[in-house]
């Protein structure tokens, strides 16, 4: 797998976080960043700021779908799932991360 | 809990996203700030801890950045993949947005290119319209099973051209014969043609009667707008007179009064009951104005008087041809009874209606078509031109990231917004044209045809615009969507266009002269028939003639010699009137082929040729009043009556095919019909155009009106009146003359003959005018485009041109290299156009008189035209090109 630049490696990496979020169950705005903070172990935190454009750029690209569902007594809530573009793109990325870690591991000297 | 939605809303608002959009936009991130809040006040924070953090999360800066680059790649995304459909709209509406936009900014290339289309759409319209009433919408239901019945000469084919009539009648008892065979027909009506007066209040109005048979209105499926038809009952002599009136009159006399129905119409001094009215879409015979019963027992059924339009509706499930040969086995049978040895024609209907018009129209069809194809060239190129100026802006967008799918689909949106322009235009002209129009066509068209814009043909207008929009922008659209990226983002402002985008649009130029020239090339051919029409040998000398039909009421004047006492009274005193030099009378005016045509019999002359002549009445000093020449013998005088021998003038037509060689004064010729036929011949006379200026000369036999007084009781006659002034002028003291005489006489068709040839040649003039405006639109259409691609040109080569001038070329130089590449041009064109013409100018060919469909000089001389039009169209970027300041040029290197 070739890197193309590093920029591409940055912005692909938020992108790679939600669509892993959302592979094996759908899950709401608020879930999906609370997720992030949880098992980052609070390192890695997206605000809704950039949150939610992120999630609409990848639905206006078809990687994920999102769905409003009403639940009783509770407002209704959007959930977002993955699309069998994304999940291409994520196995895509997921490689492209492998190498880039082993790379740089390489480089640094970690194992 | 705060209110989130407020604030969202107010931090979203600067990107003016879609109302339901941002609603959406604003829930989800509200529901976001929510959870966050309510985690927050679980946590043991203060509310407006709480409130402060969750806003925090909601960066106005951040959001709004990120927000828009998402718009950003939305529109970017969703028509190259093309898979939302909501996307779709969304993004055809901002296509339609810009460009409208960007035909906005160049206000004169929109000018030009919508009416260009709007010529072109508008003229196609123009003629669907006429074809869909005349050719794709039936008449009357079920009108295949709808055909004509006519009685023709056994032997009619054998005429020479010129001879044979364009319509046979049948006689009425021939008519009941024909009626009786129900294994043929379901069923058959006649009418009979024919035209009473009415003499009501104020100027007395000739109105156009036909009597028809009880039958006749259902077999043509028309129904009553008002009242009812004829029952059978009404057909015996006995039975109360009754009548159905058009709608015509009935809206022009009678202020399409409902109360009309019961009320009484005076024909020929004989009170009618009104029992119905037509609909307004019923078009027959003429479109009569009123609709009477058909008598038997009238004088108007004679077994020798063939006066009766025969339809038949064929039984179900017989066929055109099987019928044909079932009538053509029965017709011996049928004919026997009358002793006459005739045939049967069977004429479909809808061909009887459409008759000539059919050819005229498709010819015409396939102007319009050529006039589009020019005009979409023209777009075409204005397209390219423009898609050349604008590479800079395409080639932005492509390095934003635009797809080429997306911009093909927003310059093709731009080329359908023009000619969806030019479309609106284009109904908007007809709608303020279509009178004109009709008015034009009305001598070609069946009646009740119009140029009229139903939904029929709005949606053809709107099908013709997307095809219009479409195939003058694909290309274009094509070419400009793949700019070279480089050169027009590094060279600032320079208009350049590749070259096989100067290749493109220079072929479109040649194609466009090409078609122009054909269309000229028929105009011209059509121009030059029209003038050797004009220019025939009429036999008679039209200028200073005066010329009026009237119709002697049959009740006053039943007495035939009271007729004949009355038409020689108008004679001898419209001739005392002062300017007057000859007056007289004739059944049937020259030019329209309305003379009665029958076969004769000439003394001495074998029988076994079917001989046929126009035969004409006549009374006073026709010939003179007409200056027909005299060739033998002598007129007419006041003693050729009733009491004298009867005697014929023949014309040399006559001499010359039947009596070749021989002697015709003294021969006797049976005349045929009204009473005694055989007759001395003691004149010859010089040949008449019976049919039209434009057919060769029919067989044509004069008799004294008096000498067939019996006959006059159905006729209407034409007064010839020779003048030494203007003849119009003198109309006003000829009515009073003969309103001396009787006061209540109708007159009609009061004209000059100058008028009636007028008339007689608007068959030829509606296409020329079509045509020839044609022509003239695709040449105006050919000189832009011209003018358009050279300047185009020239804008080019402007630095190529500076650096000439400035290594030392002349003026001269530059005229000449600029001046060689428009000729090149034109002279392609001209030579394609010649060889489309040679190619297809054969179509007009019905049309043309005397004149070869390739005929060499009227090639010539629209080649000239159309190559002096062009080059004129070159003067402006030629001049221009010569003006290129070399310091300018290089200054901007």
């Not at chain 2, 025969?310 to 026997?336: W, Y």
């Not at chain 2, 035939?560 to 009355?566: E, S």
């Not at chain 2, 030494?724 to 007159?747: F, K, M, N, Y």
């Amino acid at each position: 797998m070739e890197i193309r630049s590093i920029n591409e490696l940055k912005k692909g990496s938020a992108e790679l976080l939600i669509l892993s979020l959302v592979e094996d169950r759908s899950r709401h705005g608020y879930e999906i960043s609370r997720m992030i903070d949880i098992r980052s172990g609070g390192d890695l935190r997206l605000n809704a700021a950039s949150l939610y454009p992120l999630l609409y750029r990848l639905e206006n690209r078809g990687w994920i779908e999102g769905r409003w569902v009403e639940k009783p007594s509770q407002r209704r809530r959007r959930f977002y799932r993955i699309t069998a573009a994304g999940r291409k793109v994520l196995n895509q990325q997921r490689a492209t991360w492998r190498t880039f870690v082993a790379a740089v591991n390489r480089i640094t000297g970690e194992t | 809990m705060p209110d989130w939605k407020t604030e969202i809303q107010h931090r979203l608002s600067p990107l003016h996203l879609s109302p339901a959009r941002e609603a959406d936009v604003a829930e989800e991130l509200a529901q976001h700030l929510d959870d966050h809040y309510t985690e927050m006040i679980a946590g043991g924070a203060t509310p407006e801890l709480a409130r402060r953090s969750a806003l925090a999360c909601l960066d106005a800066h951040e959001l709004l950045g990120a927000l828009r680059l998402v718009t950003h790649d939305a529109q970017l995304n969703s028509t190259v993949r093309g898979d939302a459909h909501g996307n779709f709209f969304a993004s055809l509406l901002q296509d339609v947005r810009y460009g409208i936009r960007m035909l906005r900014r160049a206000p004169v290339f929109s000018t030009v290119g919508i009416l260009a289309l709007a010529i072109g759409i508008g003229a196609n319209t123009a003629v669907f319209s006429l074809i869909s009433t005349v050719l794709l919408r039936p008449f009357y239901p079920d009108i295949d099973r709808l055909v004509v019945l006519e009685d023709a000469p056994a032997n009619a084919h054998t005429l020479a051209p010129g001879e044979v009539q364009r319509t046979y009648r049948m006689s009425y008892p021939k008519f009941v014969a024909w009626s009786q065979q129900k294994n043929i027909f379901e069923s058959v009506a006649a009418a009979y043609f024919q035209g009473p007066s009415s003499t009501g209040v104020g100027e007395p109005q000739r109105l156009m009667a036909t009597y028809v048979t009880s039958n006749f209105l259902p077999m043509l499926g028309i129904a009553p707008a008002l009242g009812r038809g004829f029952r059978s009952d009404e057909e015996p002599l006995s039975a109360p007179a009754v009548v159905i009136l058009s709608d015509g009159l009935w809206r022009s006399r009678f202020n399409a009064a409902p109360s009309v129905i019961g009320g009484t119409l005076t024909l020929n001094d004989q009170a009618f009951t009104v029992i119905g009215v037509l609909p307004a879409s019923a078009h027959f015979l003429g479109d009569p104005d009123v609709i009477v019963p058909l008598r038997p027992g009238t004088d108007v059924i004679s077994p020798t008087f063939s006066n009766m339009t025969v339809f038949a509706r064929l039984r179900p499930g017989l066929s055109l041809a099987a019928a044909t040969a079932a009538i053509a086995s029965q017709a011996s049978k049928v004919n026997g009874q009358f002793g006459q040895n005739t045939e049967v024609l069977v004429i479909p209907l809808e061909k009887y209606i459409a008759g000539n018009s059919r050819p005229l129209l498709m010819i015409l069809l396939g102007a319009v078509a050529v006039v589009l194809l020019i005009a979409c060239a023209n777009t075409a190129n204005l397209l390219l031109a423009r898609g050349a100026s604008r590479q800079r802006e395409i080639a932005i967008r492509v390095a934003l990231g635009a797809g080429r799918g997306r911009l093909i689909w927003q310059l093709l949106t731009e080329s359908l917004l023009m000619s969806l322009g030019g479309a609106i235009c284009a109904v908007a002209l007809l709608w303020a044209a279509d009178q004109w129009l009709t008015r034009l066509l009305a001598n070609r068209l069946p009646a009740g045809v119009a140029v009229h814009l139903d939904t029929m043909v709005l949606g053809f207008t709107l099908g013709l615009a997307a095809l219009t929009g479409i195939l003058c922008g694909l290309a274009p659209a094509l070419q400009s969507s793949v700019p070279d990226l480089r050169q027009p983002l590094n060279v600032s402002g320079r208009i350049s266009g590749a070259p096989a985008s100067q290749r493109v649009r220079s072929a479109l130029v040649v194609a466009e002269i090409a078609l122009s020239l054909a269309l000229l090339a028929g105009t011209g051919l059509l121009l030059r028939s029209f003038s050797r029409v004009l220019n025939e040998d009429k036999g008679f000398d039209p200028e200073h003639v005066l010329t009026l039909r009237m119709w002697p009421s049959p009740s006053r004047y039943a007495d035939p010699r009271k007729d004949v006492a009355y038409l020689d009274a108008i004679v001898q005193s419209t001739s005392a009137l002062p300017g007057v030099q000859a007056a007289g009378w004739v059944s049937n005016l020259p030019l329209f082929g309305n003379a009665i045509s029958g076969d004769i019999t000439i003394e001495g002359v074998s029988d076994n040729k079917m001989m046929m002549a126009s035969k004409q009445l006549v009374a006073g000093d026709y010939f003179r009043a007409m200056h027909m020449p005299l060739i033998r013998g002598r007129f007419f005088n006041e003693r050729d009556t009733l009491d004298y021998p009867l005697v014929a003038i023949v014309d040399q037509t006559f001499v010359q095919r039947y009596l070749d060689g021989q002697d015709p004064i003294g021969k006797h010729v049976n005349f045929g019909y009204g009473g005694n036929g055989w007759c001395e011949i003691v004149g010859v006379v010089g040949a008449v155009k019976e049919m039209s200026l434009d057919s060769a000369a029919s067989p044509t036999m004069y008799v004294p009106l008096a000498q067939r007084a019996s006959l006059l009781v159905h006729m209407a006659f034409s007064l010839a009146v020779r003048t030494s002034g203007d003849p119009a002028a003198i109309s006003e003291s000829v009515r009073d003359a003969i309103h001396q005489l009787d006061s209540t006489q109708i007159l009609e068709k009061v004209r000059t003959m100058d008028e009636w040839i007028d008339t007689s040649v608007a068959p030829r003039r509606t296409p020329m005018i079509l045509f020839g405006s044609f022509a003239v639109i695709a040449l105006f259409l050919a000189a832009i485009g011209v003018y358009g691609v050279l300047s185009h040109w020239v804008t080019q080569r402007q630095e190529e041109i500076g650096m000439r001038v400035a290594l030392g070329a002349q003026r001269s130089d530059v005229f000449r290299l600029v001046l060689r590449h428009a000729l090149k041009m034109i002279a392609i064109g001209i030579s394609a156009g010649i060889a489309i013409s040679i190619a297809t100018t054969r179509i007009l060919s019905g049309l043309l008189y005397h004149i070869k469909p390739t005929d060499a000089a009227t090639f010539t001389a629209v080649s000239l035209l159309l190559g002096t039009v062009a080059l004129l169209a070159c003067a402006i970027p030629v001049l221009r090109a010569t003006r290129v300041d070399p310091l300018m040029v290089l200054r901007n290197e």
